[in-house]
């Protein structure tokens, strides 16, 4: 039987009618701030919720069966249809007239990479801001999970879409049915945003600032309402505090959150993972605020530096802030990392690479990947030793698959080559060195901030076109985690079997 085309279509049109609705509120916020662009949002949804509509009423009579290949393709399609589709309302209001940065900003606001084109984020409507933030909202938790959690209506069984969407090495199922794990997944993704909003408005920010941070926080995305990103309210600790916690609980697996409130949590402590995602942010913040602390020309421009108190404060809080924004690819700044220090640049673009825990809406390659890939190195010591021995790689307390070792192992490899080969590229079209390997980096680990004239205080509106878009495909690549969207590059998978 060949591929099904007809539920990937359907699927399709499903996803624009999701994404249609999400411009609606959209719609519903320029409407209530009157700037100016409410008719063109509107439009933009209507145009989405129609073609949507189209696709599914053409495709009705599918034959509702997903198979493995088909998952591939609907979660990569469905990626880019969400894209594609989420540039119209920058392009119908003016805001984002250009395609190539439209798509840019769209691509970058889904895959929750943040970096943007917009020089002056400050001056665009409120039903734009509103838009961006939801880009990244929608694309965090994953817009295929949340198709998941509708598919049971259709009478689609998801787990071929789950398996191909699922963040992280594994995915961990909270109940038997993968409807309800999605909708779990959701209601801990919904509840958090709204419980951070909340705080930040009690704490001082505006309405408006507070769900555009919030939404930017649980999706690890990193688009901010200001020109300063966070580092507008440096004068406001509580504030990013605040933004702290829940960038260290966006970047951890939600399914400790889930046994969390399950009163569960001597699991969650239990969590190797856990722990040296915990650990490992301990002990980075511990030596970058070292190192700010002892050199005199960072963040003076922080109140009360100068006194005892200020200065720890300070440069412990400037530390955390920045290596939870990285280690969890959210990109938020409260400063310019790259001015500290030759060494904490080196060390944060390191950052790059480390990413959030298995399971969580952050990108990079995962601290499960990095503890496994380490465990394994280790033992082929002991293997070398004692030839005949079989000395299984450990997970909490759990032996792990040789094929899953030899995966991860594989993922490894593959990233670090499409991070060469994804800089070289930048390089051929004129980057500078130090430019295009952090714009390599940070698009495809969806960090947000690079090096060069990409760095935090900076963005990425002076690349050339086709730079803009071979980051696009890199931030593809990097939160669908390669295999799902090289997969299908391939001629082996398009071959009949």
Same mark, same amino acid.
Not at 269 to 287: A, H, M, Q, W
């Given at each position: 039987?060949?591929?099904?085309?007809?539920?990937?279509?359907?699927?399709?049109?499903?996803?624009?009618?999701?994404?249609?609705?999400?411009?609606?509120?959209?719609?519903?916020?320029?409407?209530?701030?009157?700037?100016?662009?409410?008719?063109?949002?509107?439009?933009?949804?209507?145009?989405?919720?129609?073609?949507?509509?189209?696709?599914?009423?053409?495709?009705?009579?599918?034959?509702?069966?997903? %198979?493995?290949?088909?998952?591939?393709?609907?979660?990569?399609?469905?990626?880019?249809?969400?894209?594609?589709?989420?540039?119209?309302?920058?392009?119908?209001?003016?805001?984002?007239?250009?395609?190539?940065?439209?798509?840019?900003?769209?691509?970058?606001?889904?895959?929750?990479?943040?970096?943007?084109?917009?020089?002056?984020?400050?001056?665009?409507?409120?039903?734009?801001?509103?838009?961006?933030?939801?880009?990244?909202?929608?694309?965090?938790?994953?817009?295929?999970?949340?198709?998941?959690?509708?598919?049971?209506?259709?009478?689609?069984?998801?787990?071929?879409?789950?398996?191909?969407?699922?963040?992280?090495?594994?995915?961990?199922?909270?109940?038997?049915?993968?409807?309800?794990?999605?909708?779990?997944?959701?209601?801990?993704?919904?509840?958090?945003?709204?419980?951070?909003?909340?705080?930040?408005?009690?704490?001082?920010?505006?309405?408006?600032?507070?769900?555009?941070?919030?939404?930017?926080?649980?999706?690890?995305?990193?688009?901010?309402?200001?020109?300063?990103?966070?580092?507008?309210?440096?004068?406001?600790?509580?504030?990013?505090?605040?933004?702290?916690?829940?960038?260290?609980?966006?970047?951890?697996? #939600?399914?400790?959150?889930?046994?969390?409130?399950?009163?569960?949590?001597?699991?969650?402590?239990?969590?190797?993972? @856990?722990?040296?995602?915990?650990?490992?942010?301990?002990?980075?913040?511990?030596?970058?605020?070292?190192?700010?602390?002892?050199?005199?020309?960072?963040?003076?421009?922080?109140?009360?530096?100068?006194?005892?108190?200020?200065?720890?404060?300070?440069?412990?809080?400037?530390?955390?802030?920045?290596?939870?924004?990285?280690?969890?690819?959210?990109? #938020?700044?409260?400063?310019?990392?790259?001015?500290?220090?030759?060494?904490?640049?080196?060390?944060?673009?390191?950052?790059?690479?480390?990413?959030?825990?298995?399971?969580?809406?952050?990108?990079?390659?995962?601290?499960?990947?990095?503890?496994?890939?380490?465990?394994?190195?280790?033992?082929?010591?002991?293997?070398?030793?004692?030839?005949?021995?079989?000395?299984?790689?450990?997970?909490?307390?759990?032996?792990?698959?040789?094929?899953?070792?030899?995966?991860?192992?594989?993922? @490894?490899?593959?990233?670090?080559?499409?991070?060469?080969?994804?800089?070289?590229?930048?390089?051929?079209?004129?980057?500078?060195?130090?430019?295009?390997?952090?714009?390599?980096?940070?698009?495809?680990?969806?960090?947000?901030?690079?090096?060069?004239?990409?760095?935090?205080?900076?963005?990425?509106?002076?690349?050339?076109?086709?730079? %803009?878009?071979?980051?696009?495909?890199?931030?593809?690549?990097?939160?669908?985690?390669?295999?799902?969207?090289?997969?299908?590059?391939?001629?082996?998978?398009?071959?009949?079997?």
């Amino acid at each position: 039987m060949g591929l099904n085309v007809k539920i990937i279509v359907h699927l399709m049109g499903l996803l624009l009618l999701c994404n249609g609705f999400f411009m609606l509120l959209a719609t519903l916020v320029s409407g209530i701030y009157k700037d100016g662009v409410t008719l063109s949002i509107f439009i933009a949804a209507v145009t989405t919720l129609f073609i949507g509509f189209l696709a599914m009423i053409y495709t009705r009579d599918h034959r509702k069966e997903v %198979k493995k290949k088909e998952g591939y393709i609907i979660v990569t399609c469905g990626w880019l249809v969400m894209a594609l589709s989420g540039v119209t309302p920058y392009l119908f209001s003016g805001a984002i007239p250009d395609v190539t940065n439209a798509f840019f900003e769209t691509m970058s606001g889904y895959t929750t990479t943040g970096a943007s084109i917009l020089d002056d984020i400050e001056s665009m409507p409120e039903g734009i801001l509103f838009w961006r933030s939801l880009t990244h909202w929608i694309g965090g938790m994953g817009i295929i999970v949340l198709a998941i959690a509708i598919l049971p209506l259709l009478g689609i069984g998801g787990m071929q879409l789950f398996a191909a969407e699922a963040p992280g090495p594994s995915a961990d199922k909270l109940h038997p049915r993968i409807t309800d794990t999605a909708k779990r997944l959701w209601l801990i993704y919904v509840g958090y945003t709204l419980a951070e909003t909340l705080l930040l408005k009690m704490a001082g920010m505006s309405f408006f600032d507070a769900i555009n941070h919030s939404l930017a926080t649980l999706s690890t995305g990193g688009f901010s309402t200001k020109n300063a990103s966070v580092a507008y309210w440096n004068d406001q600790p509580v504030i990013q505090y605040i933004i702290i916690v829940f960038m260290f609980l966006a970047g951890s697996n #939600f399914v400790l959150s889930y046994f969390a409130f399950k009163g569960k949590v001597q699991r969650v402590l239990n969590d190797e993972e @856990f722990r040296y995602y915990g650990g490992l942010i301990l002990v980075f913040t511990i030596v970058t605020a070292m190192v700010i602390y002892f050199n005199a020309h960072i963040t003076t421009d922080i109140p009360g530096y100068y006194m005892v108190w200020g200065k720890t404060e300070s440069s412990f809080r400037h530390a955390l802030f920045q290596i939870i924004a990285v280690v969890t690819t959210t990109g #938020f700044v409260t400063a310019d990392f790259t001015s500290w220090s030759p060494f904490l640049t080196i060390f944060f673009f390191g950052l790059m690479f480390a990413g959030g825990s298995a399971g969580s809406t952050a990108g990079g390659i995962k601290v499960m990947r990095h503890l496994l890939i380490i465990k394994n190195g280790i033992l082929e010591f002991k293997r070398t030793l004692h030839a005949n021995a079989i000395i299984p790689v450990r997970y909490n307390n759990k032996s792990v698959g040789q094929d899953i070792v030899y995966n991860i192992i594989a993922f @490894f490899v593959l990233y670090m080559l499409l991070f060469i080969i994804g800089a070289m590229v930048l390089g051929m079209m004129g980057v500078d060195f130090v430019t295009a390997i952090g714009g390599a980096a940070t698009s495809l680990g969806n960090v947000g901030p690079g090096l060069g004239d990409l760095n935090p205080v900076s963005n990425f509106n002076g690349l050339p076109a086709p730079a %803009k878009w071979w980051c696009g495909f890199l931030m593809l690549l990097g939160r669908l985690e390669l295999f799902t969207v090289l997969i299908i590059l391939t001629p082996y998978f398009w071959k009949k079997t």
